[in-house]
C-alpha cells in the first residue's frame, strides 16, 4: 500500500515538474524586435536601390531623350513584379515544397496570394530558434525579385516597347527567377543542397540578371546607328548620385541577408565597404593602366563591380578576401567592357551582363576561395578548397543556362504579343516622347 501510495506521489510530482516546461517547450517562438527592425530597414534599403537608386543609375547612363523611358520601364516592372510576388512568387520560391521531381527546382502552391499567413506568421533565420515576422521576409525577398528583373533592362533600354517590358517581365519572372531563387536558398533547392554558396544573390540576382540581360540584347538586335553614332551617358551627375544610392541600399541587401542584426550581418558590412573601394580604386587603375584618364564612369562602374562581386561573399569572407575579390573583380569587368563587348559587337546598352553578369560569375566562383579559413573566411579548419570550387562551377553553369533559355522563350513570347521593339521613327525622336508622349528635359 505504501509502496503504492509513493508511485503515484512520484507520478505527480513529476508532473508538476514537467508541467511548466512542456509548455514553454510549446509555446510559440516570438521575433526579436532588434532583428524585425533591422530586417525592416534592410528592405526599404533594397527598394532604395531601385527607386530611385538604378533609375537614376541607368537613366543618367542613357541618351537624354530615353531619360524617362529607362526610368518607367524600372518602375514599372518593380511594380508588376511585387504584385507577381504577392500572387504565386513567393509561395513557389519559398511556400511549403511540392512532393515529387520538381521539389528541387519550385516550391508548390499553397502560398498562392500568401494564403495562411498572418501577422503572427514567422520564418526561420539561420540561428536555431530565432525568427523574423513572415511579412518581413516576405518584402525582402519581394525587393530582391524586383531588382533583378529591372537589372535585366539595362541592356535593352532606347529600342524596346514599354508593353514588350511588362510582357517580358511576366513571362521571365515564373521561368527563371523563381526557380534560380528556389534552388539556390531553400532548403530542399538544388544548389542549396550540394552546399553552393550564395550570402545574398551572386547567382540569383546578377548571374542571372547578367546572362538575362545578353540574350535580350542579342535578340532585340542593335540599337540605330549603334558602333556609328555617340552613345555616350547624358548625365554622369545624376549616374553617380544613382551609385551612391545603389552603395547605401546594397548594405541592406547584403548585410540585411543575415536576416538578424548579428555578428554575420556586421561581416557582410565590412565586406561591402572594403570590396566596392578596391573596386572602385581598380577600375581607375586599369583605365590609367590602359592609357586612359580615370574618368567618373569609371568610378561608378568599380563601384558596382566591386558590390556585385562581393555580394555571394559577403558573410561567407574576411575583409581581406573581400578587397582582393572586388579588385579583381572590376578588372575582369572592366576587360567584359572596354575590349570583349567591342570585339564580339553585342549591344548591351548599359552593360547589364559585362557588370553584373560577368561580376556575379566572378564573385561566385571566388567565393569558394575566399571562404577559406587560410585567407580569413569562415570555413572550418578541414575545408575543401576544390571540392567547394566544383559545386560553385555546377550551380554557375546551370544557372547560366537556366537563364539563358528562360529569357529566349520569355523574349519571344513579348516579341510575338507586343512586337518587342519600337519603329525605328520613335527611336530616333526618342522613347520618351514616342512612348510616354514626356521629356526628361524642357528644350
Given amino acids: 500500500m505504501r509502496a503504492g501510495l509513493a508511485l503515484v506521489t512520484a ?8 508541467g511548466p516546461a512542456l509548455a514553454q517547450e510549446a509555446a510559440p517562438l516570438v521575433p526579436d524586435k532588434g532583428d524585425t527592425a533591422w530586417m525592416l530597414v534592410s528592405t526599404l534599403l533594397v527598394l532604395l536601390m531601385i527607386l530611385p537608386g538604378l533609375q537614376l543609375f541607368y537613366g543618367g547612363l542613357a541618351r ?9 520601364q524600372i518602375g514599372a516592372a518593380t511594380c508588376l513584379v511585387m504584385l507577381l510576388w504577392v500572387a504565386f512568387g513567393y509561395s513557389l520560391a519559398f511556400g511549403p515544397d511540392m512532393e515529387g521531381p520538381l521539389k528541387p527546382f519550385i516550391a508548390g502552391f499553397d502560398r498562392l496570394f500568401l494564403a495562411g499567413i498572418t501577422p503572427d506568421s514567422t520564418a526561420a533565420t539561420f540561428t536555431k530558434d530565432v525568427v523574423i515576422p513572415e511579412y518581413v521576409f516576405v518584402c525582402f525577398q519581394m525587393t530582391f525579385a524586383a531588382i533583378t528583373a529591372s537589372l535585366v533592362l539595362g541592356s535593352v533600354v532606347e529600342r524596346i516597347r514599354f508593353s514588350a517590358v ?14 534560380i531563387a528556389h534552388m539556390v536558398w ?17 547567382t540569383v540576382v546578377h548571374i542571372n540578371a ?3 540581360a545578353l540574350v535580350a540584347a542579342i535578340i532585340l ?3 540605330l546607328g549603334f558602333g556609328r553614332d555617340t552613345m555616350a551617358p547624358h548625365s554622369l551627375t545624376l549616374t553617380l548620385v544613382g551609385t551612391g544610392m545603389l552603395w547605401v541600399g546594397w548594405f541592406g541587401f547584403n548585410a540585411g541577408s543575415a536576416l538578424e542584426a548579428n555578428g554575420s550581418a556586421a561581416l557582410a558590412m565590412i565586406n561591402s565597404f572594403v570590396a566596392t573601394a578596391a573596386g572602385a580604386l581598380a577600375w581607375l587603375a586599369t583605365e590609367r593602366l590602359a592609357g586612359h584618364k580615370p574618368s567618373s564612369l569609371g568610378l561608378a562602374s568599380g563601384i558596382v563591380a566591386g558590390l556585385v562581386a562581393v555580394t555571394p561573399a559577403a558573410g561567407n569572407a574576411g575583409p581581406l578576401g573581400a578587397i582582393a575579390l572586388g579588385a579583381i573583380a572590376a578588372v575582369v569587368c572592366y576587360v567584359a567592357v572596354s575590349v570583349i563587348k567591342p570585339r564580339l559587337g553585342y549591344d548591351d546598352s548599359l552593360d547589364a551582363f559585362g557588370i553584373h553578369g560577368v561580376g556575379g560569375i566572378v564573385g561566385a566562383i571566388g567565393t569558394a576561395v575566399v571562404y577559406a579559413p587560410a585567407l580569413g573566411g569562415p570555413g572550418a579548419a578541414d575545408y575543401d578548397m576544390g571540392a567547394k570550387l566544383l559545386v560553385q562551377l555546377v550551380a554557375v553553369g546551370t544557372t547560366i543556362v537556366w537563364a539563358a533559355i528562360g529569357t529566349t522563350i520569355a523574349i519571344f513570347v513579348a516579341k510575338a504579343v507586343t512586337g518587342l521593339r519600337v519603329s525605328s521613327d520613335v527611336e530616333r525622336e526618342g522613347l520618351d516622347l514616342g512612348e510616354h508622349g514626356e521629356r526628361a528635359y524642357n528644350p
Fill in 11 to 18: 507520478l505527480l510530482t513529476a508532473l508538476v515538474t514537467a
Fill in 210 to 212: 547578367g546572362v538575362s
Fill in 64 to 72: 537624354s531623350k530615353n531619360m524617362l523611358s529607362t526610368m518607367t
Fill in 186 to 202: 531553400a532548403a530542399s533547392g538544388l544548389f542549396f543542397v550540394m552546399g553552393a554558396l550564395d550570402f545574398a544573390g551572386g
Fill in 166 to 179: 511588362l510582357v517580358f517581365t511576366l513571362v521571365w519572372m515564373p521561368l527563371v527567377y523563381l526557380p
Fill in 221 to 223: 538586335g542593335k540599337r
